[in-house]
């Protein structure tokens, strides 16, 4: 997928999916995330990660982690 402006373009999409629809972490939890991807050094895309590993535990954080980087190392 090409999009112009990063990850925080993409930011209402995960909030509906993450906090509205299905639940899988609240509201606070959500920004807090945000807000340290945006404090750490690298990229935005940390903050799949972090929902990742936040409402599926280690192993979700893994799956995103492939999902996010693996296209771009092939």
Avoid: K, Q, R
Avoid at 57 to 63: K, R, S, T, V
Avoid at 65 to 72: G, K, N, V
């Amino acid at each position: 997928t090409f999009m112009i402006g990063g990850t925080p373009i993409t930011l209402p999409f995960m909030y509906a999916e993450t906090v509205l629809n299905p639940l899988y972490i609240n509201a606070d939890a959500f920004w807090l995330g945000f807000g340290l991807a945006a404090a750490l050094p690298g990229p935005y895309l940390n903050f799949a990660i972090f929902l990742g590993t936040h409402s599926m535990g280690i192993y979700g954080g893994i799956c995103c982690w492939i999902a996010i980087f693996l296209p771009s190392i092939l």
